[in-house]
């Protein structure tokens, strides 16, 4: 499974991005996706998931309503629309995909390369 997460750029706080995550195959309909991110200095964290056998989101507390995930199957590709961005959400985001759920950052089945969000002050 190859993911591609395109989309990041440099943003004033309180701007929106939207994130892409381009799959090369018809996976949302067998693999979680979700988003990570990892700023400088810090682990790489959970952002947000989708759960496909479900129909379900989770975000994780610090984008919960600012962020939003979704699917477009038909092209095989996932977004992340951020909205009321912060300068703590600097960071670089990545896709990933897992057959398993809950999403785990250390058990993740495939990565996307990473894409850079600065949100400058």
């Known amino acids: 499974v190859q993911l591609q997460a395109s989309g990041g750029g440099l943003v004033q706080v309180g701007g929106s991005l939207r994130l892409s995550c381009a799959a090369f195959?018809?996976?949302?309909?067998?693999?979680?996706m979700g988003w990570f991110r990892q700023a400088p200095g810090k682990e790489r964290e959970f952002v947000a998931g989708f759960n496909w056998r479900a129909g379900s989101t989770l975000y994780s507390d610090s984008v919960k309503g600012r962020f939003t995930i979704s699917t477009d199957n038909a092209k095989n590709t996932m977004y992340l629309q951020m909205d009321s961005l912060k300068p703590e959400d600097t960071a670089t985001y990545y896709c990933?995909?897992?057959?398993?759920?809950?999403?785990?950052?250390?058990?993740?089945?495939?990565w996307g390369r990473g894409t850079l969000v600065t949100v400058s002050s």
């Open positions: 990933a995909a897992d057959l398993n759920w809950p999403l785990r950052q250390r058990g993740m089945d495939y």
């Open positions: 195959e018809r996976i949302f309909s067998r693999y979680h």
